[in-house]
Nanobody, 121 residues
């Protein structure tokens, strides 16, 4: 019932800012005890957590990406966004948005289908 959809450019040039939007339907991003995450997967590699924004609007980032990452939200549109600055080809990956529910055993609930972002000149 809860659905997430990533959107944004599929091609970004080196040194530019990667910007993606996740649109959520079926649940408010301000719902108690839920946080909204960005995760990525590089070709041939595992998943890497990027960061999240909580139902209160608090943010937390992977320390390895913190200096380049900003997550924000627009509650009126039920959307949250990812900005990753100063990208390089190493940032090429499939980017996912995902719901985290604190009351679940695993924690992760619904995921978007993912969107490919390629960093290339």
């Amino acid at each position: 019932q809860v659905q997430l959809q990533e959107s944004g450019p599929g091609l970004v040039k080196p040194s530019q800012t990667l910007s993606l939007t996740c649109t959520v339907s079926g649940d408010s991003i301000a719902t108690n005890d839920v946080s909204w995450n960005w995760i990525r997967q590089s070709p041939g590699k595992g998943l890497e957590w990027i960061g999240y924004i909580s139902y209160l609007g608090n943010t937390y980032y992977n320390p390895s990406l913190k200096s380049r990452t900003s997550i924000s939200r627009d509650t009126s549109k039920n959307q949250f966004t990812l900005q990753l600055n100063s990208v390089t080809p190493e940032d090429t990956a499939v980017y996912y948005c995902a719901q985290w529910i604190a009351t679940l055993i695993d924690g992760f609930g619904s995921w978007g289908q993912g969107t490919q972002v390629t960093v290339s000149s």
